[in-house]
Every structure is written in structure tokens, then in C-alpha cells.
């Protein structure tokens, strides 16, 4: 998958290990996370899936930090919440919301398969034991868009490893992290605490 990484990114992966900062840049990440996919939604669906996306998002933190404990790389572990996202969408017929095409899930499962295996996780299941015990909140399917799926925001090719945009290019693997990363720099929390 190709993903971004600039400070941004590795300020949220402070702030999320962090007591109190982790708790806004949780639910200012999962506000962001959600508005970006329903803007990739057809406009008619974005409202009736827009619980379920909180909801689904909120719990994948819950997975990102649990990659970063296992020892994934900030990059992986952010990669890992996505390939979900991804099988949530799939599962869901949210062809368009993909970002990467279908017949590329097997292959983002088999790089995290061992993750994946041991939180339960799978293309049907993609919260596995990171599913609150009060479950999610349910959104309509649109299974039709399986039969000719057009992946309109999906982009093919890069499920062999996990491939970083940066501002100098696209490398493998991801960067390093910056010394000095301040969790405030991640997206809404320095206005929040401001706002407190």
C-alpha cells in the first residue's frame, strides 16, 4: 500500500502513547479518518455510514497501538488500520471508499498475517478482538458494487510492501522518526488543550 508520512504522523503515534493527549488525538484522528472516507463515499451513502466509520476507527487506534507494542514500525502499524479499513469496506461493498483494489487484500493479509492471526483478525472479521463488546454501529451494504467493482480511489501494485510518500519521494519501509517529536503537533490537539 502507499501510504504518507510526514511529522504529522509521528506526532499522532506520540500523542496516541501518551496519557490525556491520547485520549483527544484519538477522537480528533478518528474525526479525521471518518471524513476523509465519506468524502470518497457517493454523497447519497455518507450520512448511514457515518457512525459506523466512528465507531469502526475509534477501534482500530485500539489495533494501531497494539501493532506498536508488538514492534511494527509507525508506518506498519498505521498500515495495518488501513488494510483493515480496506476488508471493512470490501466486506461492505464500499468499492469506491478502497484503496486498494480487491483482488490485493490477500496479499496486504499474508505481509500481517501473524498480527492478523493472533487479534483474530480476517478480511470477513476486521476488528477481530479490537471489536468493542458493544459492537459497532451498522451501516447499509451495497453489495451490487462487488459484481463490476471500479476501485475509483484504489491505487493497484503496491501489496508487496508497504511503500511511504514523503516529500523527497516514495521510499520502502518508511522513515525514521524525528528526534524531538512533540505530541501536540498531532492533528487538533494543540487547539484542544488550548481550548481547555
Do not use: C, S
Not at 506526532?11 to 477522537?27: C, E, H, R, S, Y
Not at 487484500?105 to 500481517?112: D, F, I, N, S, V
Amino acid at each position: 500500500m502507499k501510504i504518507r508520512q510526514n511529522v504529522r504522523h509521528w506526532a499522532a503515534k506520540k500523542a496516541l502513547t501518551t496519557p490525556v493527549v491520547g485520549d483527544i488525538a484519538n477522537d480528533k484522528l478518528v474525526d479525521l479518518h471518518t471524513g476523509i472516507f465519506l468524502d470518497k463515499a457517493d454523497e447519497d451513502r455518507r450520512e448511514e455510514r457515518r457512525d459506523h466509520l466512528d465507531d469502526f476507527f475509534d477501534a482500530t487506534m485500539d489495533t494501531y497501538v497494539a501493532a506498536l507494542e508488538a514492534g511494527y514500525t509507525e508506518a506498519e502499524a498505521r498500515e495495518v488500520t488501513h488494510v483493515q479499513a480496506n476488508f471493512d469496506f470490501f466486506v461492505h461493498g464500499w468499492t469506491e471508499m478502497m484503496e486498494i483494489p480487491g483482488d490485493e487484500l490477500e496479499g496486504h493479509y499474508r505481509r500481517y498475517e501473524e498480527f492478523f492471526v493472533e487479534h483474530g483478525i480476517t478480511i470477513d472479521d476486521p476488528l477481530g478482538e479490537f471489536r468493542p463488546a458493544d459492537g459497532i454501529a451498522e451501516a447499509p451494504a451495497t453489495p451490487a458494487k462487488l459484481e463490476r467493482p471500479e476501485y475509483e480511489n484504489a491505487i493497484e501494485g503496491f501489496a508487496d510492501d508497504i511503500y511511504v510518500e514523503t516529500d523527497d519521494g516514495i521510499v520502502t519501509g518508511g522513515t525514521d522518526e524525528p528526534e524531538d517529536v512533540d505530541p501536540t503537533d498531532a492533528p487538533g490537539v494543540d487547539d484542544e488543550l488550548e481550548a481547555d
